[in-house]
């Protein structure tokens, strides 16, 4: 009888482990749901609008930026394997940083931090250092963008909402 418990102990614990979600999981789902359009103000309180859109069969989440002076960067978000979500920005600055990703425990806000980059030159303009995206309702969500660039550090502030709530 001790045996079948252990046994029965041991098929739940499994079973529960192959139906629980990683941390990366459920960030990437977060990004997810923000999927469409969205539209806000810079730090500046220059107008911008960000898209996202499922890509790849669903592997890949695409956001474009549109509205910071003529630079349109596009950043691809995705997992790679079950534990690790990462981001790569295909920059204004002519480079591509990665990043990984670290959510707080309440899953509302995903901070991808550098990882390494393409085309990174030490005496180049800079790279994104660090995104932090703030999943406040539905509708509402912010992004706050680090660049680092030699001797400095400059931060750009995102607050945005899904565009047809923007107009109302």
């Not at 941390?23 to 810079?42: N, R, Y």
């Not at 790679?80 to 309440?106: E, I, K, W």
């Not at 005496?123 to 660049?147: A, C, K, Y």
Request: with cysteine; proline share 5%.
């Amino acid at each position: 009888m001790k045996s079948i418990r252990i046994a029965l102990s041991i098929l739940a614990f499994t079973a529960t482990a192959a139906f629980a979600q990683s941390a990366a999981q459920k960030s990437f789902d977060q990004l997810k749901s923000l999927s469409g359009s969205w539209e806000g103000k810079t730090s500046q309180g220059k107008p911008l609008n960000v898209s996202f859109r499922d890509t790849a069969g669903g592997s890949a989440l695409m956001s474009e930026i549109h509205g910071i002076d003529r630079e349109n960067m596009i950043t691809m978000f995705h997992l790679d394997g079950p534990d690790r979500l990462l981001m790569t920005h295909y920059c204004g600055a002519g480079n591509q940083p990665r990043m990984t990703a670290s959510s707080s425990p309440d899953g509302k806000t995903i901070t991808f931090d550098f990882l390494d980059a393409t085309n990174l030159s030490p005496s180049g303009p800079g790279h994104m250092q660090r995104l932090v995206i703030t999943i406040l309702d539905p509708n509402h969500h912010t992004e706050d963008w680090t660049f680092q660039a030699p001797g400095k550090e400059m931060k750009q502030f995102f607050d945005l909402k899904r565009s047809e709530l923007a107009q109302k």
